[in-house]
């Protein structure tokens, strides 16, 4: 894993160059490189895994006319070298970067539809003045890119272009909007409107100041009703079997997370059959007063017993308010999804002892494991119930009831559930992802009316991946949730959080359920399967039930997260209060201060859970002190 960064513009100075791509030290501390002409620069931090002793980069091709910065793993780089071998290319390294660059010189942009793995790189054609981009089908690596001063720039976080003090720093308000809806920013957008990611699955090619950005993979969702269980059974294993197998490349030490869940547990079964010495495993939970938090340790033992890993388990008493700071700065504008913080505990704790992690991340997306994809298909049953007795009766008593005081969303997620009923299927959806509820949109922002105007931005996003052509069958169908889950959430949360709370510790976490090739056989699953009786991921868990104990198949899903509620409400309420303070809060005067001490209150006296919300305006705000503020 690494970090990349690029500008294309003339008479680039070198110290300029070293300045930005260092600020990417933490994502390669073991190599630095760099490439500089009269017209574009690449700049590139490593963290040595496969072909240690050589692979330094940028690496250029035979001539030197082409020169490559990259980030990530391509798994299947060895066949896929030979092959270029065989067709006449000279090769300096062993490694995977190189291959990426020959394979460009063979098959030009179609080069990305030969590589299996996680990627984002670059290629400068000094000859013909192009810079070709590329991000893996997922969005597992990030890459940002931005235009100023009549130049181009890219990178694998926003700091490496923030270093540059002309760059400029507007906020994009449908983007904060989008974020205070979602916890984090969805698609193209990033909080600065000068600055863009590069969408899972796309190209980019700068030519004479001209970019043009295109889409070389998608997945579609083609259900095959005609196969039996046994046969998706027998298809997927086989092909998570082989990701795991090939997951496994590596030249430094290798293990995996094991939190006590059916696809970590999976994970670690499958390396365990692929491993000739004990798999390192590693888990952990947190002490103190946790509420509802569910610690989920004892499962992972068993897990870590039936194969015999070398298991280190943790547990740790986290200051929240202590890692605000340290999250914003990772990922350089607000984001506020709460697992950032057991991520970042994790990871610095899975660095102690290896240096790569593979990871059952995307399990949840592949089979339907989420509790809003039972919810989902649940409501269509619910909106049989007569209209005036789900609205007039079944709403006002679920609306009514106070929050459970452990801080567990039981109560919280019935209302979300009423409240999102009655609309139509792509609508309700939506309704389960926000984190806005209706009673406040109007007044959120301190101009009346402008949130939901911005929002309706990253709602149309949604909506149209909900109804995407991609998706074959009814509104209804649980493919269409799990498509806009693929599209949005996975790449800009999920994914976002682990490469952000990894990288801080120079960790490269791996992730075999987002092997495409997998993927693109588990889409012809159908619905039906993957919730059936209404439990989750029904088919994975029949895959897999001779792999790991019942108990850890059976049990109560957590969710890796952290006791947010109960941080809230003991160590992180005068924090709530002194953060979120009128006089912070007129710093920016983007906020309606009334609406954000109704939301404090209405949080503290258990009338509504409202820590998501909370704990995005506190990541917003202390992202605008550091960040726009204190410049």
């Not at 300045?19 to 002409?37: E, I, K, M, Q, W």
């Not at 780089?77 to 090769?91: K, N, T």
Request: glycine fraction near 8%; include cysteine; charge should be negative.
């Amino acid at each position: 894993m690494c970090g990349i960064f690029g500008i294309v513009a003339p008479n680039v100075e070198r110290a300029f160059l070293e300045r930005a791509t260092n600020t990417l030290a933490h994502r390669g501390p073991d190599d630095s490189g760099f490439y500089l002409d009269a017209h574009a620069g690449l700049g590139h931090r490593r963290l040595s895994i496969i072909d240690l002793a050589g692979s330094h980069q940028p690496i250029f091709n035979e001539d030197r006319s082409k020169w490559i910065v990259f980030n990530g793993e391509i798994y299947n780089f060895a066949p896929l070298r030979s092959r270029l071998i065989a067709l006449g290319h000279v090769f300096a390294t062993n490694g995977d970067t190189e291959t990426i660059l020959h394979a460009y010189e063979e098959w030009g942009e179609s080069c990305v539809e030969h590589l299996r793995g996680m990627f984002a790189f670059a290629i400068w054609d000094a000859a013909e003045r192009l810079l070709f981009v590329s991000r893996d089908r997922f969005g597992i690596k990030p890459l940002f890119y931005g235009e100023y001063q009549g130049g181009f720039c890219f990178a694998s976080e926003m700091k490496a272009l923030l270093i540059d003090e002309r760059f400029p720093r507007e906020i994009d308000e449908r983007a904060l909007a989008s974020y205070f809806s979602l916890s984090y920013i969805p698609g193209e957008m990033t909080i600065y409107k000068d600055i863009r990611k590069l969408l899972p699955g796309h190209n980019l090619i700068w030519r004479d100041g001209k970019i043009s950005v295109t889409n070389y993979w998608e997945l579609s969702f083609n259900p095959d009703l005609g196969k039996t269980e046994k046969y998706f059974i027998d298809g997927a294993m086989e092909l998570l079997r082989e990701s795991v197998d090939i997951h496994l490349m590596s030249e430094v030490p290798l293990g995996a997370f094991l939190s006590g869940g059916v696809d970590s547990s999976t994970i670690v079964a499958l390396m365990s059959e692929f491993s000739d010495s004990p798999v390192n495993s590693i888990c952990m939970g947190f002490g103190g007063d946790v509420g509802g938090y569910l610690d989920e340790r004892v499962y992972a033992r068993q897990v870590a017993e039936r194969y015999r890993t070398r298991h280190r388990e943790f547990e740790v008493l986290p200051s929240a308010e202590g890692l605000i700071e340290t999250i914003v700065r990772a990922f350089d504008e607000p984001f506020a999804d709460d697992s950032a913080i057991p991520s970042y505990y994790v990871c610095k704790m899975a660095r102690e002892n290896v240096t790569v992690a593979l990871s059952g991340l995307g399990g949840d997306e592949v089979f339907g494991g989420y509790e809003r994809y039972l919810g989902f298909m649940m409501s269509g049953w619910f909106r049989r119930v007569p209209s005036f007795f789900r609205e007039g009766v079944i709403r006002p008593i679920i609306e009514s009831l106070p929050e459970r005081g452990d801080g567990h969303y039981t109560v919280n997620h019935m209302k979300r559930f009423v409240r999102s009923s009655p609309l139509p299927p792509d609508e309700r959806y939506l309704g389960y992802l926000t984190k806005v509820k209706p009673g406040i949109r109007e007044n959120f922002f301190a101009d009346p009316g402008r949130f939901e105007l911005l929002g309706s931005f990253s709602q149309e996003l949604l909506l149209g991946y909900f109804n995407s052509v991609n998706v074959s069958g009814n509104a209804d169908s649980l493919n269409r949730a799990l498509y806009c889950d693929i599209k949005a959430y996975l790449p800009e949360d999920i994914l976002a959080v682990t490469d952000r709370m990894s990288m801080q510790h120079a960790l490269e976490v791996r992730v075999p359920f987002l092997d495409h090739k997998f993927f693109e056989f588990c889409s012809t699953i159908p619905p039906g399967m993957k919730i059936k009786w209404l439990q989750k991921k029904y088919l994975m868990k029949k895959a897999v039930r001779e792999l790991i104990p019942r108990s850890v198949i059976n049990h109560r899903k957590q969710g890796f997260v952290g006791p947010m509620t109960q941080w809230l409400k003991n160590e992180l309420k005068p924090y709530v209060y002194e953060t979120l303070s009128e006089t912070n809060l007129r710093k920016h005067n983007l906020l309606n201060r009334s609406t954000v001490r109704k939301i404090i209150e209405e949080h503290f006296s258990g009338k509504e859970i409202h820590d998501t919300l909370i704990w995005s305006m506190l990541i917003f705000q202390t992202w605008y002190d550091i960040y726009m503020d204190k410049r």
